[in-house]
């Protein structure tokens, strides 16, 4: 059973701090993403990886960055969080030949005060 | 670019009715099409999916889902609701390149009324 971890639950921050969003996945899949959730927009995805080193921006980069130093480890980082920065965050992966069908974890809500 | 269009933002259905979401996508090759349940507060749970074949695929929690190519349409549909499907439910077209992201819909919120 595929098993996609993030580091947070719910998180709180202050305008201006600099925050790391963990995820972990557990089946040596080669693709990771990340999304943005917020209601009545869905799902826009931020960045993704296709390998260690590797990412490619998605829609909605502006405002982060990512690093993948190891291939089951995704950091989303916000280098100074803003307020229209409070949303949902997914975390997902998937096989590379898998058509894109992608394993999510289970979020984190980051509120920005 | 791939873009996917959920019609109703909300849908309420008593327990014991039948469901029927719709999706419609636009991509110009043969998409690959999935739709996916999230519960309040929890990530996203795949339901089914499409890749290619038989045009009606089955899910599990007893959902199916109909490709029709010619309406550019992919509806899910559960004969029969039960208080647990309150949740929202999203559709989402891939390219068949496994390292791109989905492209998601705006999702459908399901309310079952008793």
């Known amino acids: 059973d595929v098993k996609v971890t993030q580091s947070s639950r719910y998180l709180v921050k202050r305008t201006g701090e600099k925050v790391f969003l963990e995820c972990v996945q557990d089946?040596?899949?080669?693709?990771m993403f990340w999304y943005r959730q917020d209601p009545g927009l869905g799902l826009r995805l931020i960045y993704f990886?296709?390998?260690?080193?590797?990412?490619e921006k998605g829609d909605i980069p502006e405002g982060y960055s990512v690093s993948r130093e190891k291939k089951e480890r995704f950091s989303l980082i916000l280098e100074s969080a803003s307020t229209n920065q409070t949303s949902m965050y997914l975390c997902?992966?998937?096989?590379?030949?898998?058509?894109?069908?992608?394993?999510f974890g289970p979020g984190t809500r980051l509120t920005v005060t | 670019a791939q873009s996917v269009t959920q019609p109703d933002i909300h849908i309420t259905v008593s327990e014991g009715a039948s469901l029927e979401l719709r999706c419609n996508y636009s991509?110009?090759?043969?998409?690959?099409l999935f739709w996916y349940v999230q519960s309040p507060g929890q990530g996203l749970q795949l339901l089914l999916k499409?890749?290619?074949?038989?045009?009606l695929v089955q899910g599990i929690k007893g959902f199916e889902a109909e490709f029709k190519r010619s309406q550019s349409s992919f509806n899910l549909r559960k004969p029969s609701v039960h208080w647990s499907d309150a949740a929202e439910y999203f559709c989402?077209?891939?390219?068949?390149?496994?390292?791109?992201?989905?492209?998601f819909g705006k999702g459908t919120h399901l309310i079952i009324q008793p």
């Open positions: 997902a992966s998937s096989l590379r030949t898998s058509y894109g069908e992608q394993y």
């Open positions: 089946m040596d899949h080669e693709n």
């Open positions: 990886s296709y390998d260690v080193k590797m990412k």
């Open positions: 991509y110009g090759a043969t998409p690959y």
């Open positions: 499409y890749f290619s074949g038989d045009t």
């Open positions: 989402a077209v891939g390219t068949g390149g496994g390292a791109d992201g989905l492209t």
